[in-house]
């Protein structure tokens, strides 16, 4: 088998085993490991499909394997990395919000208690 | 101030301000006699915030730091819950000379403008202003023209005065990151009015700013892609009507 392919078979697999034992080990929700596994299967699906890859990449005009399987690992990470930092975004805004209502209420307790004193 | 002109609030946000903060606070005592002020802390690391309660200062204190317009957007919520009518932001680092503030309020009440824009370049160039940052406003200038259907000569102001529509707006939709370019957006959005005021500007009182080269260009793409995004959602919302 071609080394490539090997050592791509053998990354998605690593990672299909780092993303279950994170999960195992609650360092990560399921909801966010899905893209991860979703990502490391298609890897392993096509590392050890390279008839399938010559396929994909004929209409393309890509006659190398190897650079379709690199092509879409690359895509595939892009739309990763994409729905991170849509997640990222969602938690910044949602983080935001949540500490400016801390400080708001936290200066609205220190009022009423400057005001209980007062009495 | 809480005449028949309806209610003041000062809002002076601050990060690390401790060489300063106290100044500015006995300036704006002396210039608007017992005001009410709130010092809006983006968790400062040094002692801004105990100088500010010396002071006899509330403050609304960030559990961690937010930046500028998540800090500013905090103090427009309180401001807005408070019932506040009018509010005037003056900085923490002492550059805006509080005997300006009574221009802002005057123009506010009289005007029935939204917002009112402290200007530094309504009477020339002041002298603290480097040639690069020139030429940034006269771009974000050029910008903007069409945008707010009138020229605008100090849209990166800080000096600014909201009454309550525009407070009610920004409690809820106020960016969180360089904020005075896009809040103009904001409002033109929504066809509310600004003015212009000529204001006095100084150097800090203390500490150094921290604008570099490289955060400069990343403040010009950041406000650029900010302005793009609040024109879309503006047209998008016009082409459903």
Request: aromatic share 8%; with cysteine; proline share 5%.
């Amino acid at each position: 088998m071609d080394r490539l392919f090997l050592v791509a078979s053998l990354s998605s697999v690593a990672l299909i085993f780092m993303v279950m034992y994170s999960l195992r080990r609650e360092h990560i929700r399921v909801e966010y490991s899905v893209s991860w596994l979703a990502a490391a299967s298609l890897m392993l699906f096509l590392s050890r499909w390279p008839t399938g890859l010559e396929l994909i990449g004929a209409p393309l005009g890509v006659r190398s394997p190897h650079a379709v399987l690199l092509s879409i690992l690359v895509g595939v990470l892009l739309l990763v990395l994409y729905r991170v930092s849509l997640l990222l975004s969602h938690l910044r805004d949602n983080n935001v919000a949540l500490a400016q209502k801390v400080a708001i209420l936290e200066y609205r307790i220190g009022e009423l208690a400057a005001n209980a004193d007062r009495r | 101030m809480t005449a028949a002109a309806g209610r003041v609030l000062i809002l002076i946000p601050a990060y690390n301000e401790e060489g300063a903060i106290a100044s500015v606070i006995s300036e704006v005592r002396q210039v608007l006699g017992a005001v009410d002020m709130i010092v809006a802390d983006d968790c400062s690391t040094d002692a801004t915030v105990s100088i500010a309660q010396s002071q006899g200062v509330r403050v609304l204190s960030m559990p961690h730091h937010l930046g500028l317009g998540g800090c500013m957007q905090a103090g427009y919520r309180l401001a807005f819950e408070l019932g506040y009518d009018f509010v005037v932001r003056l900085d923490g680092d002492g550059q805006m000379d509080p005997r300006d503030v009574p221009k802002l309020l005057e123009t506010l009440r009289t005007d029935g403008c939204q917002m009112v824009i402290g200007s530094r370049y309504l009477e020339g160039s002041p002298p603290y202003t480097s040639f690069s940052r020139s030429v940034g406003i006269g771009m974000f200038r050029m910008l903007l023209r069409p945008i707010l259907g009138k020229p605008v000569r100090d849209p990166t102001s800080g000096f600014v005065g909201v009454n309550r529509e525009a407070l009610q707006v920004f409690s809820r939709s106020f960016p969180l990151e360089y904020p005075e370019i896009e809040a103009l957006v904001v409002l033109r959005r929504r066809a509310f009015r600004f003015q212009e005021v000529p204001c006095r500007v100084r150097p800090r009182m203390a500490g150094t700013s921290t604008i570099t080269p490289a955060k400069s260009f990343y403040y010009i793409v950041h406000v650029l892609l900010g302005v793009l995004v609040n024109i879309l959602r503006f047209e998008r919302h016009r082409w459903r009507l």
